[in-house]
């Protein structure tokens, strides 16, 4: 007997648009529960197992690791399965505006229930988690996705995006290793932050000549013009939004870098 996993898989491959369109909100109502559940009971459970300073953590600190440990889970599926996509699946860099996007309409569905989550999450915690950049991350990137999901437009576009959450785990090691008390001069923080900065630069900004360079290969063509005007600014208003908050986080990042690796520590009088 096939697993639901198969089966959805085979409807996003083998089935008709609607069919992979219903499934796809399908999707996204399942993610949202299954990371609500890996936040509220998978997360504290494992922390308490695998890491005795969870347990010593205020509420609020808490909250913010649970939060940061579905953030991991979601960028690793995530980021690897855009990988695969990338490498693997022809239809959609073949034609990257209108090509086969059942694969990368799954993988949008399964981010699209994270940013609902992580929203929702970010309302309830807005005091101690609230930070306006991310709103307006998870904001255009929901409204952007929206169209991929409801009218699988622009596939090859909307996975180049998400390759972006493969730096995602690198920020909330980071986090991890302040909270626990590990000093931002050991070898094992300061290795993180060089991979950190290194990836982050990697897949959200070095790619944007690659990423635009496309975008100008295929605009005014007739496959650009039949998006009609509301498509054509979902895609790159929300895009350019995008690099101005991945500009922002990596000024932030190197600045961070620079102060552990560059400035000279100071030295201790007698």
Known sequence: MPTPAASVCRCFRGGSMEDSTRVGYCVVAASFVAFQFCFSAA?????????????????????????????????????????????????????????????????????????????????????????????????????????????????????????????????????????????????????????MTVVFFVVRIAVIPSYYGQVFTWYGTPEYQRLGLSVQLAWIGPSLALEVLNVVWMYRITRGFYRAFCQPKPRKTA
């Open 43 to 195: 997360s504290p459970q494992l922390s308490l197992s695998l890491c005795p300073g969870y347990s010593t953590l205020p509420t609020v600190k808490r909250s913010e690791w649970d939060s940061r440990c579905v953030s991991t889970v979601h960028a690793m599926v995530v980021g690897l399965f855009c990988l695969y996509i990338l490498w693997y699946d022809e239809a959609v860099t073949a034609n990257p505006i209108w090509g086969e996007p059942r694969l990368v309409k799954l993988n949008v569905a399964i981010t699209c229930g994270y940013l609902l989550y992580d929203l929702l999450l970010l309302i309830r915690y807005w005091r101690t988690l609230g930070d306006s950049l991310f709103m307006c991350h998870h904001l255009a990137a929901l409204y952007a996705y929206g169209y991929v999901l409801s009218r699988g437009v622009l596939p090859y576009f909307a996975n180049f995006r998400l390759i972006s959450e493969l730096s995602t785990p690198f920020v909330n090691l980071r986090w991890f290793l302040d909270t626990v008390g590990w000093p931002r001069s050991s070898w094992l923080a300061l290795a993180n932050g060089l991979a």
